[in-house]
């Protein structure tokens, strides 16, 4: 097993802080976007296998809607907001004003309401975050799919897998949003690649071991 | 009726065998391959949950056989030989190495599906085991379970629901 990703308490806290104020920013925009209030978890930051990153959302083969964008400049790494589909239907048709369109059923006006949507929280989180460490972020185009969490997660540990059969995962979720019958649960996982660590903690003061 | 019985899970980059009247399976297959060996007539099967084509990516001098190609396929066939499976007997049915999101700046790392796949099959053409039956590509998750009794790889999508092969 491998220890690459041996942290100190402070590492974590550094990463936790990143999410933070990532999601935070998320938070605002969703909020601004659909004129709710919306409420945000602390972000929670754990080491763990594959497979448990799975769990951490329902297992690998629940189905979640996805918006996928990857990260590049002085660091990168790859991002995913993850929704059930059936909220992914509340919030696109709250955007285009239109209860039949559906994201859950392949809607194509409504998947790329969605697909919206996941650009700009996840363009908020990485811009926060660039704007905390100094670091030039870039984004790429962003990708939607409905399937697995599994399958689609896994895009993400690719590069990590190279160097470890663990992960860290920075999580945050959005819930209790203003004026929603039903409670909204998305999740926002960042997964920066093995190499963007030492860059992360250099920037910020903390050396790592 | 089919016998109720557990079905043998397997992680992703993991590998394990099961024998008739279990089951064994793995579940939310994107880009990797769920790659199938099994041995028709002492009804036992291995699978393995790949998730690189090649172990010469790994920038770690130790990690887990299962996790890519070469190195799964060799730790899978250690095993059913451990278990008295002649290797000249085995088969292979093997699912997954989907692209998830589509992608036109495709990275190496967003073809991995493809290179997996194209992986496993050249890894069985040298090893002189035959694929009875793919289902490999498009852009969805795949949830997999070999029957060891009839030989049947069922596969699940979300879209698409249930199939053999």
């Given at each position: 097993m491998s220890d690459y990703f041996n942290f100190k308490q402070i590492h974590l806290d550094v990463l936790k802080e990143i999410g933070n104020i990532g999601a935070g920013n998320a938070a605002t925009s969703l909020s601004h976007l659909i004129n709710r209030s919306v409420s945000m978890d602390v972000p929670v930051i754990n080491v763990v296998t594959f497979d448990e990153m799975m769990m951490e959302i329902g297992g690998k083969d629940e189905v979640q809607a996805t918006v996928f964008v990857q990260a590049n400049g002085d660091i990168s790494g790859n991002m995913f907001f993850m929704i059930p589909p059936d909220e992914a239907d509340l919030f696109a048709q709250l955007m285009?004003?239109?209860?039949?369109?559906k994201v859950s059923e392949g809607d194509e006006i409504a998947t790329s309401a969605f697909l919206e949507l996941g650009n700009i929280l996840t363009g908020s989180y990485l811009r926060a975050f660039s704007d905390f460490t100094q670091l030039d972020i870039n984004q790429s185009v962003p990708h939607v799919a409905i399937d697995m969490v599994g399958a689609m997660l896994t895009q993400g540990l690719l590069e990590i897998s190279t160097v470890s059969d663990q992960a860290i995962m920075i999580e945050t979720i959005l819930h209790?949003?203003?004026?929603?019958d039903q409670a909204i649960k998305g999740h926002f996982f960042l997964l920066p690649n093995p190499d963007a660590y030492a860059t992360i903690f250099q920037v910020l003061g903390v050396h790592s071991s | 009726m089919t016998q109720v019985s557990e079905a043998v899970k397997v992680g992703i980059a993991d590998l394990n065998i099961s024998q008739h009247p279990q089951t064994i399976m793995t579940a939310g297959l994107g880009s990797c391959i769920g790659l199938v060996l099994y041995d028709e007539t002492n009804k036992i099967a291995g699978l393995v949950h790949i998730m690189?084509?090649?172990?010469?990516?790994?920038?770690?001098?130790?990690?887990?056989?299962?996790?890519?190609a070469d190195t799964g396929l060799l730790a899978l066939l250690k095993l059913l030989e451990s278990q008295?499976?002649?290797?000249?007997r085995l088969k292979a049915k093997m699912a997954g190495g989907a692209q998830m999101f589509n992608s036109t700046n495709s990275s190496e790392m967003m073809r991995i599906g493809y290179r997996n796949a194209e992986a496993v099959r050249a890894l069985l053409k040298e090893q002189n085991i035959p694929i009875v039956a793919e289902d490999c590509g498009g852009n969805k998750g795949r949830t997999i379970e070999f029957m060891i009794d009839d030989s049947l790889l069922k596969i699940r999508t979300i879209h698409e629901g249930v199939t053999y092969i």
């Open positions: 285009i004003g239109d209860p039949s369109e209790d949003i203003e004026g929603f | 690189l084509p090649d172990s010469s990516m790994s920038r770690n001098q130790t990690f887990k056989e299962a996790k890519f008295g499976v002649r290797k000249s």
